[in-house]
Every structure is written in C-alpha cells, then in structure tokens.
C-alpha cells in the first residue's frame, strides 16, 4: 500500500473503547506506521471524545510515536482520503441499548444487546447510519478499507457488502479471544493453535481445534465447562452430550440458542437486580470517563477490561497491518459468503477463516461439512437477518415483522407485533425510514 | 401398467379411515379397475380389521364392483406381487399419540400429532417399521409402488427416499382439501383453480392462486380468515400484514409456527377440558366403529368426516389412477426435492405440484423465488426432520437432542433434554434401536 | 385468457412456412378461437407478404372459419393489443444464410444455419431485431405472449429472456418431430408415447423413451439407424456403442458434434454439388412461391413439406391452444432453466418438457442425472451462446472472438479470428451494433 | 508433525529428475529435516534407480546432511511407515509417450504429453497403477502424505480423490515458475508477487497479477509476448484482444486449446524433423544419464534444466516444509474442489491458491466471478476428464469412447473411435482393466 501519509479514522471515536485501539496502533507502530489518526464523533458525544481524545494524545506522546491524533465532529473531514476508516458507533447511545434490552424482557424474550428482538432493534437503527457512513467513503476515500467493528457486527457487514459500495471487512474479538483461551488451556503460544471458525458472527463454532497435527478438541471439552464465558453473557454449562453430537465448541452467544430458558431466567434474574447488561455498563463507562479525566493517566487503565472488548484492538490491528504489508496470514472476519458456506446466500456475511493480503480477506474453504443442525440454525438467524437488512432499508414494516417471527428467540404472533410495534415506537426519532 | 391382476395392498388397513378409501376405489373403479384389494393389520388390530373389512365387503358388494377384499394379519402375504402399497399405520396406536401430545404441554410445548415434539415421537417410532415394509416390497414386490399417507408424512417419506429402495410417494389431503376450499370461496369448479404450492409437509403456502389467468389472491386473503382450518388445528385469525408481506396463505399448520403463543394457549385450554385432539379422536374412533358394526351399513358414513381426513381417499385414488394410466396431470405430492427448492438438500422430501405419470411424479420448478422467510422456516424445520430421521435410523441419543433442541417449537437446553428422556422412557418398547 | 377478440401477430409473416401456421389455426379453431391474424413482414418482403397474405386469405375462406387476415409493413399496428406475437424472421434473409454457411466452409469448418459459425453468425444480426421486437411487445402489448420460432432459436429465447421484459417462449419442431417418427417406430398413437426430452436447442438427447411404463429404448435403438434425419441434415449412421453408453437418442443436430469429420465431408461434397443448403433452399422458395401465386390454391400445398418444417404448425397451435385454455399439459419447448439443468446457469435458456398452462411454462424436473458427457458438451454450447449474446447485445468483438475460439466446432486461433473478421465484414450493415 | 524419524518414499525414484528433487531436500533440510529417503522403481527401472540413487549418495555426502539414502525396488518396503510419498512414474516409460505423440498426429490431432488423445492414453495407463499405490498406503503408512508429480497431475489427483482414501496432494511447477518468470518481467522478489490462480491442472489462467496492490496485468500482457514459454510447448504469440477480453494470462498449455491449428502445424512440423517431444526426451535422458554416471558428479548437472521441470523441487520441497512446519501458507495446488469453482463437480480435482497448514491443502476462494469463456472450457474438459477416469477404473470402452469424443482437441466420429482402437491395441499389456 502506497500512500503519502498513512490515515486512518474513527468514527464514533468517543467511545470508551478508544484507549484500547490507541494502545495497539501504538504497540504495532512499526508495522503498521500510521500517521494521521481521525477520532469523529457526533455533537453529543462531543465531551466524551474531547476526553478520550485527550488521554489518547498523552498515550501517543508518552510513547513517543510520531501519530498526531485529530478529534472532529466533521466526518467528512476524517474520512477525507483516509485509509482505513473504523467503525465503532452506536445509534442512540446506551440508552437505546437498554431500551433494546428491556423491551424484549417485557414478553418473557431474550433481551440482549446483539442477539433476538435487542439486536433486530439497533439493527434497524444502525444500518441506515452506516450506510450513510459508506456513502461519504465513496465520494471522499473510496480507495480506504472500511473495518465494522459495530454491532450487530454480521448484519452490519452485510449491509455494507449489498448497499455500501466500498471495501469492507467486519470484525469481532470472539475468534481471537477463543484463541488465546484456548492457548492458555493447552499451554501453548497461541500461534501453535489452529481450528476452523464455522458460522455467522455471534453464531459460531470452532471445530478440528489442533496444535499442529493433534486434535485437542477432547481437551477443550474437558475443560471447557470450567472456562469463563465473555463478559456480556451468563456462564452456563454446556451440555457434553450436544457439544460431541456436534463435534464443535459453541461460542457463548450460542447460549441464548442453547439454553433458552436458562438464559431468559439469569437475565430476568439479573435486570431485576443488578440491572441488565447496558446498564451495567453505562456504570462502568462513566467510571472509565471519570479515569479518562486524569491529566496524569497515559496509557489505557486496567478497568477498561471490565468493558468487555478483549483482544479487540489486537484484532484490528492485526487485520490493517496485515492488508497494509499484503501478508496473506490467517484471521477470522466476517467476509461475503460466496460459496464457503454453500446452503447461506452467496452474498450474505459469513464469519470464517479468511487469508488477509493487500487485496483484502478471502475465506478458506471449510474442511469438512457443516453437520445438519449447524446449518439448520445458521440457515434460520441468517434469513432472519436478510429481513431485517431489508426491512431496516427499506423501512418496511411488513418486513419488520416477517423478520422478527423468524427469529428462533421470538415467540412468534401477537408478541412479535407487538414487540416490534414497540421497537418502533420507542425509537421512532432513531428510525426516519420508518417514519417518512 | 400391464398387468394380470391389479392389485393393492392397504398397510394399516383396520384404520377408521379405510371405508373412505374403499369408496374412493369403488368410485373410481373404471379408471382404476383394481381387482384385488389387501387390508393387512397386526394382531392388536384384528378386531378393527375384521369390523373395517365386513364394511368394506359390504360396500363393494353393494356397488356391484368386481373387487376381492381380502382380510391378513400378514403382511408379507398382502404385499407379494402387489402394485400398490398404501401405508396408514400408526406405531402404538392411538394411546402413543395421546402420549406425544401431552408430554411437550408438560414443558409448556406444543403436543401435536405431526408438529414439534409430538410429531419427533412419533417419527421416531415409525420410521424403522416403515423401512421394514420397505423392504418387504423390495422382496416381494419389487416394481410396485408404496403410497404413503403415514404421519409425518415429509419424515416418513424421506426416509424411504434415503433408505427404503423402493417406488415411493407421499401424500397428505391438506393441498387437495385447499383447492376444494378456494373453489368454493371463487365459486368455480376445483378444476379451474390453480396455484402453485410451495414447501415440505404440513409447512406449506399456497401462492399464485389463480382461475385462468386471473390472480385471485385478494379474494382468499379477504375471506381467508372466515374459513374454516383443518379438522385438527384451531382456528385463528391470520395476521393479514404478515400474510401480504409473505405473498402467500399459509396452510394451518403454519399456525403453530406464526401463532405460537396463543396456539399454545388453546391447546392446553383443550386439553383440560375436551382432552388432546388424540383423546377426542378416541372417542371419534369408537363411535365410528360402532358404527361399523352394523351389518346394514354398507357405505361411508357421514360420521367419518369428523375424522379429520377429507378428500383422503380422493387424493389416493387420483395419484394412483394417473401412475395406472400415465395421465400426466398435476397433482401436489411429496416428492424427492432434487433442485425445486434450490436452498434445500437435493434429497429432502418436499411437497409441491408434479407432473404424475407411468413412471412417477415429476416435480414441477416453481414460478418465482421463495421469499426469505419461508426459506428461512423451511431449512430449519427440514434441518430438524433430517436429524430426527437419522436419529430413527441409526437410535442415535446424540442425534435426537441435536434435532429437539433445533426444532423452532421446542425451547432448547434443559427442556430439550428432559422432554426427550421422557418421550424415550415412555416410547421404550416402541423404539428397539433406541434401546438395544 | 380474457380477451376482447383473440389477436395473434406473425413477425416474418411474408415466410413460405405461413401457410403451415394457417393451416394449424384454421384445424384448430375450435380450440383457439382466433379473430385477427396479422400478418407483418417488412419492405424487402413485400412481395412474399402479399403472395402468402392472398394463399392466406382464400385458405380461411374455403375452411370457412371466422378469422380475419390482415396484411401489413407497420410492425407496430400488428403488435398492439396482440394476445400472441410469433417471430419467424430472418435477418438479412437467404442471402445471409448462403453467407453463413460459406464463410465457415472456406475455413474447413461446419457451415449451418443454426449450429457453428453459421449459426454464430445469424445469432449476431439477429439478437438486436428480436429486442427491438420485444421493445414494441413492451410498450404495445405488454400482457403478451411472444413466440420465438426464430432461429437459433435458443440463442433469441436466451437473449428475450435476459434482456426482452416480455413473456416468452422458444419453439422448436424436433422434440414433436421425434415424438411422430417414435410413435410410428412402436406402432402406437403419439400420445401414448413419452420421452425425457433433455439439453437445449439443437443440442437435445430423448430418454426414457417409453409407452406407458414399458422402456422402449432397445426398439428404438435398432431401428434408429434407418430412420430418416430431419431435412437439414444429412443421415449418417450413429456409432450404436456410443449411444447405449449415453443412454439416449441424440437429435439429428449432434451428428455435427459426434460425426464431426463427415459431416464436414458431406457439406463440403454437397455445397460443391447441388450447393449448400441455404442455396438449395432458395430454389424450394422460389418454387412454393410460384405456387402459392395460383389464385385456385386454397391449403398449404405438398411441396412445402421439403421445406423442412414438418409439424412446426402443430407445435405453435399446441402451445398457444393450451396457454389460452389454461390446459396444464406437457409440451417440449425453449425456457428458463432455474435449476432444471443445475450444471447450467439459472438465466439460460433449455429444451424441457415443461407443464403449460394459462401462465406459461413450467419446465419439469428431470428424473435422473444427466451423464457426464451430455453435461459437458451442453456446458460448452451454452458458455458459447452465452458469449455470443452479450456480444451481439454489446457489439464486443472481444466476446465474439471469445465465443468463436470457444465453439467445439471452431478450430481456433487464426482461424477464429479471421473467421470473426469475414463474418462481421461481410455483414456489416446488418450488424450496427458493431460498426457504430 | 510429531514422528520418530522422517520418512519421505519417492515411487519412480529412478527418474532422470530426481537429482532435482533430492537438491531440494538438502537445500530445505533446515526446515524440513528428512532422515531416510527411500527411492523405489521397478524391475524395469533397475538400472536408472541405480545410476541416480548413486549420485544422489554423492549429493547427499558432499552436503554433509544427514538423510539416509535407500535404493529398493520393493515398494511396499519404501511406504512402510513413511511421512510422505511421492509419486513420479510413468507406466509404460518413454516408448508409451512416443506412442501417445505418434497415434494422434496420425489422425491430425494433437499428440502430446498431458494434452488430448496422448494425455487420455497416459490416463488410461496410469489411474490404476495409482490407485494401487493408493492402496498400498493405506494398508503400510495411514497417515503418510501422497504427493503427486505424475501427469496427467489433475486426472491423476482426482482419481484419488475419488478411489484412493488416502491424504492426497497434486503438484505441478506451472505455476510457480509462472510467478518466477512474473517477478523477473517485474523486476521484483517472487515473494512480493501475487495472483489468482484459475483452473484445472494444465488449462489455468493467471489474473489479479499485483505487486501488493499495485496491478500489474498491464505490464505483463505488455511483456508477454517475448517470454518464454515452458519447454515442452512450442513458443506462439497470444492474441492480445483475445487476453484482453479475458482479462487473464493463459498457461502454456492453453495455447493447445486456443491456437489449435497453428500448434497442430507446429508439432507435425516438429514430429517429422527432430522427432517428438518424447523422442526429445528420450535422447536428453540418455544423455543425462550419461552425466550422472559419473563418479565425480555430485550435483545436479545444469543440463537437467532441458528436460522441462524447472521448479520441480521447490515446489515440492516447499509443499511439504509447508505440512510439516504447520506454516500456514498460500501455495498453489491440486486439491478438491468443493466449491470454489462452483460450476465444477464437488469432488473434481482444481488447481488454484490454497492455504496449506499440517492437515494439508484449503483453497481459497476465488475474488471474481470465472468468466464465460474460462468457464466453459473449464467444464469441457473437466467432465472429459471425468470420464476418462471412469473409463479407467472400470476398463469401460464406451466411456473411454464417450470421453474421447467429448474432448475439443479430437475431431469426433469414426476419428474418435479408431483413436480409440489404436491406442488400446497399442498399450494392450499396459492396460488389464480393458483385456480382462
Ligand atoms: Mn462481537
Ligand atoms: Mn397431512
Ligand atoms: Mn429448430
Ligand atoms: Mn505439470
């Protein structure tokens, strides 16, 4: 990649995520010798980039790399000629994700940030928003990679791959996170382990889990009952007769599918107590904000953790460095289907095994074939995200509901329209194609 | 067809249903001159037999048809040589419905003789001793051709499709009784109306309906919702959003599926105060065989309709009257897919128009895509039933949670796991390969 | 099909094939009540149009049935309001053909009208009439059914279906052609015999041939090789070997392809001779166009039967007959493939048994895999006639030499090429789209 | 890799080019640290086993590199246990590929090596002498590796594929001496060039040619025309409208296919002067063998070079450093399908990019759809091959005469069909499956 000053920009750049990123472009500097680094954010997250933007200019400092860092609220201004432009926004801020949350729960429905009737909902409102994002890609950079690290990660992806016209890769921590868990459990460097990565995001398995040519999957099942889960979800045991009829690991958002009623009753459980999972973490972020403040801290604070985005700036980090030196390793992204999951549609957004080069990712072939009832589950979630995709362009109402019958975590019929007419009523300002 | 002396035999012929068979065949003995008719049944079916089949006598001898019927316990002896083999068996009799309905309501699931957990029971029970009349045939019978109206009618006929070496063609009245019911709606004779029917067994939509050339979709959609449903499902008001947004009417049992929740609801409403459909089809089938006693009675009675099956024996005498005569009609029959639906295995069964003629049915390609969503519910339901047949086959545990966590009515995890162990336990006699 | 006055328009109407097609209309008005029949050919074909208009005229009267005969230059007043418009044009006319056939020859390759080079060729001028026809279907009368008897006719059917926006089917006499000359082998009615009829246009094998469920491949093997070819085709003997490793009838267009060599000899010796076909026929036209002047003729005279079209008219009627009843029959004819033939592309144009009815075709699923070499020679023929319609619609003379050096027929290299340039030369004002 | 000692058995050890290979070993030995290095040939071969296992023991000692080198002519003795085998055989020997050249250009057809009638006869020879290595791998090293030079590679490969069971790799040098002769056009490292590798062994394009994400297809077609072609394959210039229009660089061999005259001109040309390709070689052998002889050569001599394999070694070296090391890799290789070019079989052999870790090859989805022509060559020849296979396995003459006659390098008919005889009257011994 031949560029005069490498750029890469952030949109959504205020969020408490931004420590993390900033700390690994610093750590990979030398491989990936970005210049000019664009933080964006919206008016009202204006205070919350000024904060973050700050801590991230005493990081580059103290480590003494030659990155300017720009904070804006102009996104044409950021995009303008970048590189790589990441995305990491949320439509409505957390209280849209709570709202994602509690309204599910008010039918006895999973409630949750990227999965079920919560993800439908910021889907809907996402989508559009990206979009748009693309769109100035186009006029303004439309030689730069677009990253997605934005929830719902798969859907997001997709919509860019079929509305966005720009080159586009979308990222999750969960492949690498379970990479190096599972390292740890073998006692190995996690560049000796290896697996396949089958499925969509939030909806995978790993599977011919190996150390070069040893099959450690009867390892991993031993101890995984005992294994932590990711932060955003509940830790419950799997049980061992599923996981060796499917000869796969599930990852934890397979839970919800899984163990339905064990989840939806932790999670009453939990919004009744300590509150659901955005509310949490709308305690931790002004925790983080109140850290971010000190003019002393230069680096990334070790509560940042606790947010729940391990690895992800390794992701991210890995995934442009190895597009920027065309290095053709690896890595698991969420990519276009084309024929690697032959029963998902050709443009749909798989999340597999992909080698990375200057050209951008391209999936791997998958060994073996996916057992009938990973692909029977995959086939359901991805239809009911081809609807939602469609429903959120389009503002479709009818589609809206079709989508949410579907959806596997939806008791279907009178709940689903009447969940959805209350998604749309309490996002109505968020959801302008609906509401034209 | 040339041959000697055509000859059907009816498997599970001591079934209520068989006098409107009987009819059926004497109605239409011109176009189908069957000369010897086989019931066979097993031993706890001796009484039903004899009552069946003294009817039956009457009724032929009545009509002055030239039809031997012939009673056996042995089925070897009714197969050998036969044309025809017409399956209506119900492994464990009526009691083991009663058992498949109220174990799933026990976990707060639907409990339906075809659908969901109850409709996996009995699929478990039957799918080996379908494969043993298969294999009779093949012994004794090699060229004739097995009928099957046995239920799950996709299961079980799949499964023959895959492991029975035999001529084979499933049936089901639902598409039949449909068009029955739109002609009346349009007020033109059935053989004017037309349509296209998309899907597997019992999970089906009716599109492009039309008399001529002219589209009459607004004209069933708008008197759709005073119709009456089938004799075994609830009747609830569609949706007429979600109906337009699919382009399509749904068949009933779509209901279990769209209107999960108050399905439900009804269900166990009926099953504290009327009992199961299957307690109230006991005392059906009691009445009816008194019935039947009557050496007066020599035709149907009226009372059979409550039965559930209409236009049963019509569909049965039109698909073998075209094999007999190489008609070349169409007809809606379950049929290996090959490419019809392109998003489902090449070897599923599924339920479409076809061609019918000398050497079988010939599904027709359907007109336009199938819309995501019916796409979406018809691979995870035939996800589920491909699962649930190699579980059958093989008594596979592992299989059979695989499939019960899967299927869109039953919520997953412990559930799964319990309401399995119990359809085992009480299915033990009834399952050898589970229990070997 | 509810229509004031039934209104059927002839592109090309001025063909000496017409009276074939009036005699067909005129045998089977009572199924096919025509009103209008017009006639429209263009000023070149003038003189043809008036002489077969008059023939036209005296045979309606004579049968006495009340269809009128318009004549006409105005393509656009026969198109509007049309319930069927039937092309049967030739771009460029005899001549051309003569063209066609000589170039290839000069080259020492196959010169044909609709196979090869030749076939190439006419494909090139006439792709950009039949969309400009379409055109004029679209905006005159859009519910219409277009009839393509053109030649290549899978080529135009391909070409109308990818890019024509009119409803659309392609016509080809030889499927019914083998139906007679089989019914006559067996000694059977023809409409007791039936037959896979699988590939594309002129690239077809018959199987399953049967009567009744009685295979009579074996008889129609034995007597194939003294059974007479289709006009345009010299008789050559098959290689009996490889006709039961195919396990089918090929149709007289794949002597070309299995008789490669002395078909060539053939042609060669036969356009020394008595001249190619194209000249051989322009002397039969000049004959049944004396004819025709004799104001006594009133029916389609004998000689026309040398022309070639044998049952071409009771092709057409056949198909429009069940189209306009809504017949739900089985007929052979040129349509979208969808997943059909699944080892070719979905928006190609095949030669199926297909149901009709009042909304077209419906092609039927074939019942066992279509062997290796069948596959790959339809693959290579279609890939050629893919390239060959973006070519023609595109004016690319690098998809053109594409297509040439493609063709089997085609030794390639300098030859293609210097074939491509006489062709495209010697055809210049007839290919516009190439010389813009 | 985990494995007491490394074991690599090389069937046809006597090969004139295994000094190539046993250069490479030692070259690699760091990465890839081989201990017992068994060469195995057949009684036939005794002589050349033991003039090469010679020098390769001097190669050996001067490297001072501890592989131990075996010479044996019983091959069950060199599998026994082995990593990885690889097979360089040719059944038959030098004389069966004269005869293989001579039987085509009798008839006017290309006669050569891989390509056509010559490759169909090498096939038909090989396939089964394959499969019993196949088998003795199973039986002796169940785990080992098998690694396949022998051409036909893409037949070869597929045929194990399909009947060997056994872990199966096919390799040719094509394209890495494409990226060689690439990086020196462009003046840059091998490493930094990269391309999409299009096809089946011996019918590949090269596109996407870049240097990290420069493009440099332009500079390539520019050059092309004064590069080399590989030494068995006259040097004729593309036509560059023609690569244009593909927008792709053909291998060599596609010359056979797209300038099929001129090559045909050539190679008769060359047949009556310096005798065939395999008469070529057989002198170059002799002489070769003459050099090898000596007992003061202790390295591969240069004139190896004319024999044709350059890269031989590296390509195969590299490959199984890759397997053992676990290293991850891009390569490009013989594998399954699957799907990546989803217009072929599944189960047909391809040859494209692949990822290549220690449980063997993944390919690697391919960026761009295949283009038209690409694609229907690609089926041509792919189901010949097919076939060919077929007709090998079983001894099946129709098939072998359906696989001779599909072929676009054969004129079909009575051509096809004494081809046919002549080659199996001419390989009589060579070939039991046909004279059983
Ligand atoms: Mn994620
Ligand atoms: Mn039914
Ligand atoms: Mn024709
Ligand atoms: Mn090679």
Redesign the interface.
Known sequence: ??TAALKVAVIGGGSSYTPELVEGLIRHHHEFPIQELYLVDIEEGRQKLELVGALARRMVEKAAVPIRVHLTLNRQEAIHDADFVITQIRVGRLPARVRDERIPLGFDCLGQETTGAGGFAKALRTVPVILDIAQDIQNLAPNAWMINFTNPTGIITEAVLKYGGVKNIGLCNLAIGTRMQIAEMAGVDRA?V?FEWVGINHLNWAR?I?V???DIMPLVWSMLNNAASVKNIPALDW?P??L???GAIPCSYLRY???????LRDEKQQARTEGTRGEVVQRIEQELFELYQNPQLAEKPKQLEQRGGAYYSLAAVELIASIYS?R???QTVNVRN???L??LPADASIEVNA?I????A??????LPV???M???L??????E??TI?AAVRG????A???L??H?LV?????A?EMLDQILEQNRSLLPRFFA
Chains 1, 2, 3, 4 share one sequence.
């Open positions: 990649m031949a000796l290896d011919k190996r070069g040519d040893t049980n007769v599923l060796k009829s499917l599918y899984y163990m339905t009623d064990e989840m065309d053709r390793d690896v084309g024929h690697i032959p029963f080698v080069d200057a050209t951008g391209h999936p791997i072939q998958l060994e057992p009938t009832s692909r029977g589950l086939q359901v979630v991805k239809a009911y081809e609807l469609e479709d109402y009818g589609l509901l079709e989508a019958t579907l596997p008791t279907s019929g009178d709940t329209r």
